[in-house]
């Protein structure tokens, strides 16, 4: 009644073992699941508020990822982000990009989420070029949570976080993809990266944001960051 569309919630693993471990609060998966059930049920009887799960692939939680996915499909869960996690000195858990590929694979494969909308955040574009049905989006940030003094220095802060490899210069994605991570590219490397030409598959989809100010990140000219509508490219309002 009060014009809600969209209902997110975060659930990292339907393993309670798991999920409160990354929230640091234990029960906590109990409490959302009660919560992620009260929304569904109320969606069915209000068509026009939409449910979203949203969850991070990381180390923890890779052996369970598509078990989860299933879990709340079977709880009446429509739509999911899987978002891949932004590495950093206090929260490293990187997933090796083949066992990523394998976990999608074998998702979109799946029957049992053949009704579902998914999907896939922050990964480098090239990754599932060759996986059919798997949709891929670039990072996005919501402005709404940045101060709009500290904007510059934020991005700034944020793309230092990746790097362009060899094989991205010649990527006919590399305009709209931020590459690798290079926590990750210290790690495992980037040998994987593959070229996408113009002729190619491309798995990037824009997603259809609602009632809030957000920004797909294009990193086209990194050295001129103060200049932000040269990488960013503004979604608009619902």
């Known amino acids: 009644e009060a014009g809600l569309g969209e ?3 975060t659930v990292y ?3 309670p073992e798991v999920h409160d471990a990354l929230t640091a609060t234990p029960g906590s998966l109990v409490e959302t699941l009660r919560g ?3 929304l569904v049920a109320l969606a069915r009887e209000r068509p026009e508020l939409q449910v979203r799960v949203n969850t991070l692939l990381c180390a923890s939680n ?3 990822l598509h078990a989860t996915l299933r879990d709340l499909g079977a709880r ?3 739509r999911f982000l899987v978002a891949e996690v932004l590495l950093s000195e206090p929260f490293d858990e990187a997933v090796e990009h083949g066992r990523v590929v394998e976990i999608v694979r074998a998702v979109v494969a799946d029957p049992a989420l053949a009704h579902v909308t998914l999907h896939w955040r922050g990964l480098p574009l090239c990754l599932l070029s060759e996986v059919p049905g798997a949709d891929v989006e670039a990072h996005e940030i919501d402005t709404a949570l940045i101060d709009a003094e500290a904007e510059d220095a934020y991005f700034a802060e944020f793309f230092r976080n990746f790097t362009h490899v060899e094989a991205c210069e ?3 994605e590399k305009q709209r993809c931020v590459g690798l991570q290079t926590r990750y590219v210290e790690r495992f490397g980037a040998e994987h990266v593959v070229v996408m030409t113009d002729g190619g598959r491309s798995p990037v989809r824009i997603a259809e944001r609602r009632g809030r100010h957000c920004f797909q990140l294009e990193p086209t000219a990194l ?3 103060s200049d932000r509508q ?3 490219h503004f979604l608009g309002t619902g």
């Open 170 to 172: 010649s990527c006919a």
């Open 13 to 15: 693993d339907t393993r």
């Open 62 to 64: 890779a052996s369970g």
């Open 76 to 78: 009446g869960v429509r």
């Open 230 to 232: 040269r990488h960013l």
């Open 223 to 225: 050295d001129s960051i």
């Open 7 to 9: 209902a997110c919630v």
């Open 36 to 38: 992620l059930d009260n």
